[in-house]
């Protein structure tokens, strides 16, 4: 089955987001019951299929989500920032996994993991420019 690049950009989005909800539901935060964990290990399960990682791969890339995911929680859980502050220490954080996941990727599994990073951002600026931007 061919999944369609709009679903891998969601996969692959979700992926990171998900290490902090995994967190934050562990800790009693989420607010709908827990399974925080279980939604990661599926998101994760999809982005290693949709790319076609090896055991070798997965298990790299899973470490660098499960390193992390603390500071992704602190970040969440550190009050005294502002939204915008947040977000962009959001960015920096991404970033510096996506580097660490990108270098572990072959070249044709960054080529389709960018791609999904490029529709995920214009989705993003659309939501955003819908007022679906901050709280």
Same mark, same amino acid.
């Given at each position: ?46 982005? #290693? ?9 997965? +298990?790299?890339? %899973?470490?660098?989500?499960? /390193?992390? $995911? ?24 991404? #970033? ?9 990727? +072959?070249?044709? %599994?960054?080529?389709?993991? /960018?791609? $999904? ?19």
């Amino acid at each position: 089955m061919k999944f369609p690049s709009s679903l891998l950009a969601v996969l692959l989005s979700s992926t990171f987001a998900l290490t902090g909800v995994q967190a934050q539901d562990q800790s009693g935060g989420g607010g709908n019951g827990g399974g925080g964990g279980d939604r990661m290990q599926r998101r994760f399960d999809e982005m #290693k299929t949709n790319l076609g990682l090896s055991e070798d791969q997965a +298990t790299k890339i %899973q470490a660098i989500m499960k /390193e992390n $995911a603390p500071a992704m929680q602190a970040l969440r859980d550190d009050t005294s920032l502002s939204q915008e502050d947040k977000r962009a220490k959001f960015q920096e954080l991404r #970033k510096k996994a996506d580097e660490q996941i990108g270098a572990i990727l +072959t070249p044709e %599994q960054k080529t389709k993991w /960018e791609a $999904a990073r490029k529709e995920r951002e214009e989705r993003r600026k659309q939501r955003q420019g819908n007022g679906g931007g901050g709280q």
